[in-house]
């Protein structure tokens, strides 16, 4: 089994930064991606991005150059680095790990943009 910890959401306003983090634990093994998904109230779940443990990172077409994905792969964290945030980046994020295991999630962290 693996656990994910998320941290770092919160309020900001527009035009604002957010930094998230995403700790996993448990039956890791070396090979993985971790990654971010986002559902906004009333909208499907969506992804915005992930990067292999070998640190290749894709990013949704609505959070590129604004968002970046990185890891620390000795801490077995992610981090979401949010720049230039817009009211409609409003969702709760959720890490997600894949394994050859399965796909693991965490409990989500709310981030909120507004004036």
């Known amino acids: 089994q693996v656990q994910l910890v998320e941290s770092g959401g919160g309020w900001v306003q527009p035009g604002g930064s957010l930094r998230l983090s995403c700790t996993a634990s448990g039956s890791i093994f070396g090979g993985n991606t971790m990654g971010w998904y986002r559902q906004a109230p009333g909208k499907q779940r969506e992804l915005v991005g992930g990067?292999?443990?070998?640190?290749?990172?894709n990013h949704a077409d609505s959070v590129k150059g604004r968002f970046t994905l990185s890891r620390d792969n000795t801490k077995n964290t992610a981090f979401l680095q949010m720049n230039s945030l817009k009211p409609e980046d409003t969702a709760i994020y959720y890490c997600?790990?894949?394994?050859?295991?399965?796909?693991?999630w965490g409990q989500g962290t709310q981030v909120t943009v507004s004036s």
């Open positions: 990067i292999t443990s070998g640190g290749y990172a």
């Open positions: 997600i790990l894949a394994n050859s295991r399965g796909d693991y």
